[in-house]
Nanobody, 125 residues
Framework: QVQLVESGGGLVQAGGSLRLSCAAS????????MGWFRQAPGKEREFVAA????????YYADSVKGRFTISRDNAKNTVYLQMNSLKPDDTAVYYC??????????????????WGQGTQVTVSS
């Protein structure tokens, strides 16, 4: 069992930045691929970014490429999402997710086994 707790969400003006954190506990964090997803009101959950277990491979949704950066610190059991140049369309609840895997970078939500409770990000225009 892996427990995930997100933090760092909040209200920010368009053009601003936030850094989300996801702290993991319960198992060996470095065995898990991690991902960030988001869900806006009335919309389906969508992929944002993913990172493999070593941190050597990352992948981003086109909508955030060049603005968001995913990273991880295996010594701290934490994955981060640095969000710059935020837009009102980035407003959503952001979730981190984990799955035990080899070296893959996982992009699809159905493959993730563990999920955090989410953190709200609101970007005002």
């Amino acid at each position: 069992q892996v427990q995930l707790v997100e933090s760092g969400g909040g209200l920010v003006q368009a053009g601003g930045s936030l850094r989300l954190s996801c702290a993991a506990s319960g198992r060996t964090f470095s065995n898990y691929a991690m991902g960030w997803f988001r869900q806006a009101p009335g919309k389906e959950r969508e992929f944002v970014a993913a990172i493999n277990r070593s941190g050597g491979s990352t992948y981003y949704a086109d909508s955030v490429k060049g603005r968001f950066t995913i990273s991880r610190d295996n010594a701290k059991n934490t994955v981060y999402l640095q969000m710059n140049s935020l837009k009102p369309d980035d407003t959503a609840v952001y979730y981190c997710a984990a799955v035990s895997t080899s070296s893959e970078t996982i992009l699809t939500s159905v493959r993730y086994r563990y999920w955090g409770q989410g953190t709200q990000v609101t970007v005002s225009s």
